[in-house]
């Protein structure tokens, strides 16, 4: 499906938003009916789902008025280009297409006034502080844009090492989580398969070991390393071993 009805929406879009800034699209009726010629009716719901995101974060945002920090997303690599290349090639592959498919668009955020915070290779996505007013222009302007998102914070929750407090313990043990469940874990303990005697290989950059899941069942090569309980090993970008590694940031 295409066409007239997403100028139309697009259109809507600019009526309501864009109010004001004829100096900016000097001709939006073309614009849009461009647009609308090349994408699919469904992009205008998107759009306007987008765009009333952004407007609804500008509004309790902290920032200065009439700016909004969003996540610009543009189409990613083709899967299929990708198929059968090392590690190292994938990478180099992701990051060139985000190079180059980011560029015109970061040159013309800036020309808005836009400030690029900054730039996401793996996923494709630009950080910048914009006025959401911009963003159907955005759209117009680039049919590779996807989506538009406002940023968000991500909390933690406090975790705390005292030990339940009384009537908070239940009996037996506790139920599996989430996750635990959506892969179907719980079917495979009941078939008598519970992991038992398999050393599990942490690829990450550390853990807290004296977290009550993991306290007294840490392995370790050398139990008078505090530090490194469980040895050390790095692998390169193909998967192989690094001979004489120590542990150090990456």
């Not at 090349?38 to 609804?56: F, H, N, T």
């Not at 996505?125 to 302007?141: E, H, N, R, Y």
């Not at 998967?239 to 120590?246: K, Q």
Request: proline fraction near 7%; aromatic fraction near 6%; glycine fraction near 8%.
């Amino acid at each position: 499906m295409k066409k007239a009805s997403y100028g139309l929406s697009l259109l809507m879009v600019l009526a309501l938003v864009l109010s004001g800034l004829a100096p900016i699209l000097a001709a939006p009726q073309a614009a849009a009916a461009a647009v609308a010629s090349e994408c699919p009716v469904e992009k205008a719901v998107a759009v306007e789902k987008a765009i009333a995101k952004v407007i609804a974060a500008a509004a309790a945002s902290e920032r200065p008025v009439g700016k909004v920090e969003v996540f610009i997303e543009i189409e990613g690599i083709d899967g299929a280009r990708l198929g059968g290349l090392s590690t190292n090639m994938v990478v180099a592959n992701l990051r060139g297409h985000a190079s180059a498919t980011q560029s015109s668009i970061i040159e013309w955020l800036k020309a808005n006034d836009a400030e690029v915070l900054n730039t996401f290779w793996l996923n494709n996505l630009i950080l910048a502080s914009v006025d959401p007013q911009i963003l159907p222009l955005l759209f117009l302007k680039f049919s590779e844009v996807e989506d538009v998102f406002p940023n968000f914070e991500v909390t933690i929750l406090p975790f705390s090492e005292e030990p339940a407090g009384e009537g908070e313990v239940t009996e037996g043990p506790p139920p599996p989580t989430w996750g635990l469940t959506r892969i179907r874990a719980p079917e495979v303990w009941a078939e008598g398969i519970d992991g038992t005697g398999v050393r599990i290989a942490v690829l990450d950059t550390g853990v807290h070991i004296a977290h009550p899941d993991l306290v007294g069942r840490m392995w370790t090569d050398d139990h008078a390393d505090p530090k490194y309980p469980g040895g050390w090993i790095e692998f390169d970008g193909d998967g192989d071993i690094v001979i004489g590694s120590v542990p150090h940031d990456t």
